[in-house]
C-alpha cells in the first residue's frame, strides 16, 4: 500500500479554504481514483508546530491511500489534469507531493 502526501506551506497572504478541500477536492479524488486503487482519504488541518502561541508549519496536509504505485500513476494519468485544475478552487499555495510505502 502506498500513501500519497501533499503539504501545503503556511505562507503568510495565501488562501486555503479547508472545507473545500475536505468535502469537494477530496471527493473528486476518491471519486476519480476508486477504480485505480483508492483506499481512503485524510486531511490534516495544521494548529500549531508544537511551541505555545506558534505556527503550523503546514495549513493543511491531504493524505490519500492506494493499493500500488502503478495503479495510483495510470489513475492519475486518466484523471490528473481534471484533479489538478481543482486546486485554484480551495488554495494559492504551491504544494509539495511525496509518495511513500506504507511499511
Same mark, same amino acid.
Given at each position: 500500500?502506498?500513501?500519497?502526501?501533499?503539504?501545503? +506551506? =503556511?505562507?503568510?497572504? &495565501?488562501?486555503?479554504?479547508?472545507?473545500?478541500?475536505? =468535502?469537494t477536492h477530496m471527493k473528486l479524488?476518491?471519486?476519480?481514483? &476508486? $477504480?485505480?486503487?483508492?483506499?481512503?482519504?485524510?486531511?490534516? &488541518?495544521?494548529? *500549531? $508546530?508544537?511551541?505555545?502561541? *506558534?505556527?503550523? +508549519?503546514?495549513?493543511?496536509?491531504?493524505?490519500?491511500?492506494? =493499493?500500488?504505485?502503478?495503479?495510483?500513476? &495510470? @489513475?492519475? @494519468? !486518466?484523471? @490528473?489534469?481534471?484533479?489538478?485544475?481543482?486546486?485554484?478552487?480551495?488554495? =494559492?499555495? !504551491? +504544494?509539495?507531493? !511525496?509518495? $511513500?510505502?506504507?511499511?
Amino acid at each position: 500500500m502506498i500513501r500519497v502526501t501533499v503539504l501545503y +506551506p =503556511n505562507e503568510a497572504g &495565501k488562501k486555503f479554504d479547508v472545507d473545500y478541500y475536505k =468535502n469537494t477536492h477530496m471527493k473528486l479524488v476518491g471519486d476519480r481514483l &476508486k $477504480s485505480f486503487g483508492f483506499v481512503r482519504a485524510e486531511v490534516d &488541518k495544521g494548529l *500549531s $508546530s508544537g511551541a505555545p502561541g *506558534s505556527a503550523a +508549519p503546514f495549513v493543511c496536509i491531504g493524505h490519500v491511500y492506494l =493499493n500500488s504505485l502503478a495503479e495510483f500513476q &495510470k @489513475g492519475m @494519468g !486518466q484523471h @490528473g489534469a481534471e484533479i489538478m485544475a481543482d486546486i485554484p478552487n480551495y488554495t =494559492n499555495i !504551491q +504544494p509539495t507531493m !511525496q509518495i $511513500s510505502e506504507i511499511v
